[in-house]
């Protein structure tokens, strides 16, 4: 993902990572509650399209992405400490945050341009490709692909929208078992992923039992989930959806502003005719 924010790294993580948060709700948040999604911003100063360009095209620092990208390579390997695990989650809701940031401006770029924000959207790169799909088959990955339907399939969010990349993990991680094959292997964004880790189970506080989570391969999503009136919250209508909602982080503050965006953009929620998730 590329965002505007370059931040030396402290010695100490979470100062670096707190700075960046405080620059997202000094700069972001604000911008985002006075555009209210609705007509983004029509009556804010426009900004030109080369400073637009500018803040679309900056990015984190090399020295972040280099913690960034050791973290999810040690949370693939399972060999993260907890303190780590934790961190990698705090970093990965912070990307959230600039990627929606990102968003906002790339949709006022292509109202600034008069062109469709998909066709703005697919003309930048992005970086932080992951390296976990190189170890599958071509015909597995085009399966889980196929069976996403571009989503991730916890959040339901849509890997269209996101500026780091979505990776095929395993449902039930190796260390408890699990194989890596088409049946416990599905496509997540890497919020979800570093919420979960390795855990396979979480509490349910209303039937008040600890149950295994929504199986993306083995579990119908819409029997689990439901959108609420305004389709930016999930609720959990099973033990298991609630348990999962909770341990994933899928009402993450980052993901309701996400779909609000989206909703206004016509976007949210995506339904597909997926094969095996039962949507």
């Not at 555009?35 to 426009?46: E, Q, R």
Request: charged share 30%.
């Amino acid at each position: 993902m590329l965002a505007y924010i370059d931040f030396p790294i402290d010695d100490d993580l979470s100062l670096s990572f707190g700075k960046i948060k405080a620059k997202n709700e000094e700069i972001i948040a604000p911008k985002m509650r006075e555009k209210k999604y609705a007509g983004f911003g029509d009556s804010l100063p426009k900004s030109s399209e080369a400073e637009l360009l500018k803040q679309i095209n900056q990015g984190l620092s090399t020295e972040v992405w280099r913690i960034y990208n050791d973290f999810l390579t040690k949370r693939r390997m399972e060999v993260l400490e907890a303190n780590e695990a934790e961190t990698l989650a705090k970093i990965s809701d912070d990307i959230e945050w600039i990627n929606n940031h990102r968003l906002l401006l790339i949709i006022e770029l292509a109202d600034l341009q008069s062109k469709d924000l998909d066709e703005v959207l697919h003309s930048f790169s992005f970086e932080n490709k992951n390296q976990f799909e190189t170890l599958l088959n071509p015909e597995t990955k085009a399966f889980i692909f196929e069976n996403s339907g571009g989503l991730c399939e916890y959040c339901r969010n849509q890997a269209e929208y996101s500026f780091a990349s979505y990776s095929i993990e395993t449902i039930v991680p190796q260390s408890k078992g699990g194989k890596l094959e088409a049946r416990n292997l599905a496509l997540v964004c890497q919020g979800c992923s570093n919420h979960k880790y390795k855990k396979t189970e979480g509490f349910d506080a209303v039937s008040n039992e600890t149950v295994e989570f929504f199986n993306p391969r083995t579990d119908v999503w819409k029997e689990h989930f439901a959108w609420n009136e305004d389709n930016s919250l999930l609720s959990g209508l099973t033990p298991k959806g609630r348990a999962t909602i909770k341990e994933l982080k899928m009402n993450r503050p980052t993901l309701i502003e996400l779909r609000a965006i989206l909703v206004r953009l016509g976007k949210h929620p995506f339904t597909a005719s997926l094969k095996r998730n039962g949507v």
